[in-house]
């Protein structure tokens, strides 16, 4: 039987060229590669500054620190995301704040968020659930009057655009992955870009152990060409050159990519637009917009969902659903006393979840093909 997979990363033989080359050079790891990945993902954004590291976690937490955030200080974020949106705060002590989702959009209810700033609060983390950008003009506004940091979890949303400006200029950083079943993938990997100095200054120290040979930042002068010293309590979060030559390769073909994302979005749309009890992802409403369209989230009404899910699995189309509410994980119930029922749009939400498959790869029979059973598996 054929199996259909909910996503799937893309490797042609340039890319593995690439990955080749770098193999049977001088560097693998803390050279050349990593800086031209870095400018070549900061021209495609039209940012100035873009620090690389070995996963989106590894990114978020960075931004974190950049930002200052520490002990005792909190974040806003949505509960519809995966666990390491959160997570990267509660790395240095501080604790997340959840505010629930606009079920017209997926994303964090932009109309609540006041009402959950405390004098902890410190940053505001919009996630563009699937690919769908966030306004950030409306929490911008927000921010702005509250003295917030804004650190946008866009893991979903490379090439994804708003008011036609690319996703990563507005936020004060953005974070982007490169995980596999990402728009492009460097095996694992991620990357905040900003415009700040002192956050790129301090995102690159923050990924190498807190480390810098940086003349201009040494406390001690003319020591020695090998002298370095640790400022801050820092992690190995380095990337390598090898996954960075396979990101510079894949980074040629993102438009590509995103563009036939949207080509098979828009044939489920069609396919699903008017079916009783299904409802498709919503589009920005904003003009010059574009979707990234990371999954296709479809919610099922009036059908178990989880019968749905294993049906489909049986058929060889294989699903997902994106995701747990964080605030329902042990964890956080444990630490931070959440509770089934204090965010009601995303339990709903997460109750009626299917993603269904979406990448570059897939061919026009595989699309009609999954059409076909899921209406077969309703019935």
Same mark, same amino acid.
């Given at each position: &039987?054929?199996?259909?997979?909910?996503?799937?990363?893309?490797?042609?033989?340039?890319?593995?060229?690439?990955?080749?080359?770098?193999?049977?050079?001088?560097?693998?790891? =803390?050279?050349? @590669?990593?800086?031209?990945?870095?400018?070549?993902?900061?021209?495609?954004?039209?940012? +100035? %500054?873009?620090?690389?590291?070995?996963?989106?976690?590894?990114?978020?937490?960075?931004?974190?620190?950049?930002?200052?955030?520490?002990?005792?200080?909190?974040? *806003?974020?949505?509960?519809?995301?995966?666990?390491?949106?959160?997570?990267?705060?509660?790395?240095?002590?501080?604790? #997340?704040?959840?505010?629930?989702?606009? *079920?017209?959009?997926?994303?964090?209810?932009?109309?609540?968020?006041?009402?959950? *700033?405390?004098?902890?609060?410190?940053?505001?983390?919009?996630?563009?659930?699937?690919?769908?950008?966030?306004?950030?003009? =409306?929490? +911008?506004?927000? @921010?702005?009057?509250?003295?917030?940091?804004?650190?946008?979890?866009? @893991?979903?949303?490379?090439?994804?655009?708003?008011?036609?400006? &690319?996703?990563? /200029?507005?936020?004060? &950083?953005?974070?982007?992955?490169?995980?596999?079943?990402?728009?492009?993938?460097?095996?694992?990997?991620?990357?905040?870009?900003?415009?700040?100095?002192?956050?790129?200054?301090?995102?690159?120290?923050? +990924?190498?152990?807190? *480390?810098?040979?940086?003349?201009?930042?040494?406390?001690?002068?003319?020591?020695?060409?090998? !002298? %370095?010293?640790?400022? %801050?309590?820092?992690?190995?979060? +380095?990337?390598?050159?090898? =996954?960075?030559?396979?990101?510079?390769?894949?980074?040629?073909?993102?438009?590509?990519?995103?563009?036939?994302?949207?080509?098979?979005?828009?044939?489920?749309?069609?396919?699903?637009?008017?079916?009783?009890?299904?409802?498709?992802?919503?589009?920005?409403?904003?003009?010059?917009?574009?979707?990234? %369209?990371?999954?296709? #989230? /479809?919610?099922?009404?009036?059908?178990?969902?989880?019968?749905?899910?294993?049906?489909?699995? =049986?058929?060889?189309?294989?699903?997902?659903?994106?995701?747990?509410?964080?605030?329902?994980?042990?964890? !956080?119930?444990?630490?931070?006393?959440?509770?089934?029922?204090?965010?009601?749009?995303?339990?709903?939400?997460?109750?009626?979840?299917?993603?269904?498959?979406? !990448?570059?790869? &897939?061919?026009?029979?595989?699309?009609?093909?999954?059409?076909?059973?899921?209406? @077969?598996?309703?019935?």
């Amino acid at each position: &039987m054929k199996k259909i997979p909910y996503g799937k990363h893309w490797i042609d033989e340039e890319d593995i060229n690439a990955v080749i080359k770098v193999l049977r050079g001088d560097w693998i790891t =803390q050279g050349p @590669a990593i800086d031209k990945f870095e400018n070549a993902i900061a021209n495609y954004v039209g940012i +100035r %500054y873009a620090v690389a590291f070995n996963s989106g976690t590894a990114a978020l937490h960075g931004a974190m620190f950049a930002a200052g955030l520490s002990k005792h200080d909190a974040l *806003i974020t949505s509960p519809i995301s995966f666990v390491a949106t959160s997570n990267s705060l509660i790395y240095l002590g501080g604790k #997340p704040i959840f505010v629930d989702i606009d *079920i017209d959009t997926y994303c964090i209810d932009l109309g609540v968020i006041e009402s959950a *700033i405390t004098e902890e609060t410190k940053t505001i983390v919009p996630v563009d659930y699937a690919g769908y950008p966030v306004d950030l003009k =409306q929490l +911008r506004e927000i @921010a702005d009057d509250n003295n917030l940091i804004i650190i946008e979890d866009a @893991a979903h949303a490379i090439g994804a655009k708003r008011y036609g400006k &690319m996703v990563g /200029l507005e936020a004060d &950083m953005t974070m982007f992955s490169f995980h596999p079943v990402k728009h492009i993938t460097t095996g694992e990997g991620g990357i905040i870009v900003t415009n700040n100095l002192d956050y790129y200054e301090k995102l690159k120290i923050f +990924r190498s152990h807190g *480390i810098t040979k940086d003349p201009k930042r040494l406390t001690i002068e003319n020591e020695g060409s090998w !002298y %370095y010293e640790m400022q %801050y309590l820092g992690y190995n979060y +380095r990337i390598t050159d090898i =996954q960075s030559a396979l990101g510079l390769s894949q980074l040629k073909k993102l438009d590509t990519f995103i563009t036939r994302r949207g080509e098979i979005a828009k044939k489920y749309d069609q396919a699903f637009r008017d079916i009783p009890n299904l409802k498709i992802p919503p589009h920005p409403p904003y003009p010059n917009s574009l979707h990234a %369209y990371h999954i296709y #989230p /479809l919610l099922i009404y009036k059908h178990d969902r989880k019968m749905v899910f294993n049906k489909l699995k =049986q058929e060889g189309i294989i699903c997902q659903v994106h995701y747990i509410p964080i605030h329902l994980h042990p964890f !956080y119930k444990n630490k931070f006393g959440l509770k089934q029922g204090d965010f009601p749009f995303a339990e709903d939400f997460y109750n009626h979840e299917i993603t269904i498959p979406l !990448y570059p790869l &897939m061919t026009d029979d595989e699309i009609e093909l999954v059409i076909e059973k899921i209406f @077969a598996v309703l019935k």
